[in-house]
């Protein structure tokens, strides 16, 4: 049976005590995507995880911190982007509280999409009403498949991604409303991740971290109607499959 649980998207740093969740998550074998907001975060985390098995460092230049995408930022996005091989959190937000910056999202996304091409790279990806742009620049980019993180756009919108081969990771507050278990019906388990996005999803009052993707996984055995080995077999399988080329998991 396989064990190992698997957080493909987690704001590490952001909580109160980021060094006890790493080192909870590494005790547990969680394999734990820490996301970054911008390249100076990755570079601050890099010491404190690069020597952990099971936790693993992503680059990122998030939609929500565009105003801090300035020349020093990006210069550090080119030199780590060899570092590792994984990217997040990047993407495009259209929501109300950030329409205002859709075109300087839209040159950090594409500077993003330009620094990857030809690179085989784990991609989470935030995409709050801004679907259609995503996936249109994807599109031009003739990216491979990447991971949207927390879909929350139209069906019509997520069977466009699907179409393109993309994926879908999964977290604790998407299986507790109506619209996040109708996107989930929707996606093929062989496109499923898990997540927990925490600490932004909560847990009754707490903040979720990486061990409560259990929850997820348990939720996946009723809706696909199958065991928990299975369940975890998938999941394994699905992150494997956006790995570079030769990389194993843990």
């Known amino acids: 049976m396989v064990r190992t649980l698997i ?4 704001h590490v740093d952001l909580y109160p005590y980021p ?4 080192a909870d998550a590494e005790r547990d074998k969680v394999v734990t995507l820490v996301v970054t907001n911008l390249p100076s975060a990755f570079e601050k985390a890099l010491p404190f995880i690069r020597n952990m098995k099971y936790i693993r460092l992503a680059l990122g230049l998030h939609p929500l911190t565009v105003e801090k995408h300035d020349e020093m930022e990006k210069e550090k996005f080119v030199r780590f ?3 590792t091989s994984y990217i997040g959190e990047v993407g495009l937000d259209f929501s ?3 329409i205002s910056t859709k075109g300087e999202q839209i040159k950090s996304f594409r500077f993003v999409l330009e620094c990857l091409k030809e690179k085989q790279k784990f ?4 995409s709050r009403k801004a679907e259609s742009t995503v996936l249109d620049i994807l599109e031009e980019y003739k990216r491979p498949p990447l991971v949207f993180h927390w879909y929350s756009g139209s069906l019509k919108h997520l069977e466009r991604a699907i179409e393109q081969g993309h994926f879908f990771s999964f977290n604790p507050s998407m299986i507790r409303t109506a ?3 109708k996107i989930i019906e929707r996606v093929p388990p062989e496109r499923v991740l898990t997540e927990t996005d925490g600490p932004f999803v909560k847990i009754g009052k707490r903040s979720a971290i990486p061990q409560d ?6 939720y996946l055995c009723t809706a696909w109607s199958t065991s928990i080995s299975e369940v975890k077999k998938r999941i394994k399988t699905n992150f494997f499959a956006l790995l570079p080329q030769g990389q194993s998991l843990i």
Do not use: M, Q, W
């Open 19 to 22: 060094s006890d969740i790493a």
């Open 7 to 10: 957080d493909s998207h987690c």
């Open 96 to 98: 109300p509280s950030y």
């Open 213 to 218: 993707v259990a929850i997820v996984e348990n």
């Open 81 to 83: 982007v060899s570092k």
């Open 179 to 181: 619209k996040g278990k």
């Open 123 to 126: 991609i989470t990806l935030h």
